[in-house]
Nanobody, 113 residues
Framework: QVQLVESGGGLVQPGGSLRLSCAAS????????MGWYRQAPGKQREFVAT???????NYANSVKGRFTISRDNAKNTLYLQMNSLKPEDTAVYYC???????WGQGTQVTVSS
């Protein structure tokens, strides 16, 4: 069983930055393909970014160049650095091991002036 706990969300003005963290339990983390997803009100959950166990990354076009996904295997932690935030980035952000289907509880990010 894997537990994922996100943190770091909050209210930020347009153009601001936030760093999300996802602490994972279990020994699977260093070998796991992981990702960040988000769900805005009234919309389906969507892909944001993924990272392989070797550090290769992939991003949604809407966040490319603004968001950076990274991982620290020694700390069993996944990160999402979000810069130049826009109101349309407002959503609940989820950490996931999409392969076996593990999800965190989500953390709210609100971008508003």
């Amino acid at each position: 069983q894997v537990q994922l706990v996100e943190s770091g969300g909050g209210l930020v003005q347009p153009g601001g930055s936030l760093r999300l963290s996802c602490a994972a339990s279990g020994s699977i983390f260093s070998r796991a393909f992981m990702g960040w997803y988000r769900q805005a009100p009234g919309k389906q959950r969507e892909f944001v970014a993924t990272i392989t166990s070797g550090g290769s990354t992939n991003y949604a076009n809407s966040v490319k160049g603004r968001f950076t996904i990274s991982r620290d295997n020694a700390k069993n932690t996944l990160y999402l650095q979000m810069n130049s935030l826009k109101p349309e980035d407002t959503a609940v952000y989820y950490c996931s091991l999409p392969g076996p289907g593990y999800w965190g509880q989500g953390t709210q990010v609100t971008v508003s002036s």
